[in-house]
């Protein structure tokens, strides 16, 4: 299975739709996520993960810079 064709996979992404909004379920609406995008995998490989699995997220919200600025346009 090609992980890119999994992204844009309408049962994969209703699935993970799901999950997510019965986990809001426990959350005030200020607090709840409101959008997904699914994207690479984080690994230290190619940068988005230190070598103690943090996020870099320096680096995650510059090579995504248009996938989140996309997701506020949608509103």
């Known amino acids: 299975n090609n992980p890119v064709a999994l992204r844009a ?8 739709n799901a999950e ?20 690479e995998e984080f690994t230290i490989d190619n940068g988005l993960l230190t070598p103690t699995l943090k996020v870099r997220r320096s680096e995650a919200a510059e090579r995504y810079r ?4 996309a997701m506020y346009r949608e509103e």
Do not use: G, Y
């Open 9 to 16: 996979e309408p049962r994969i992404i209703a699935l993970i």
């Open 20 to 39: 997510v909004e019965q986990r809001n379920r426990q959350f005030a609406s200020f607090e709840t996520i409101k959008k997904i995008t699914l994207v």
């Open 66 to 69: 248009d996938v989140i600025e």
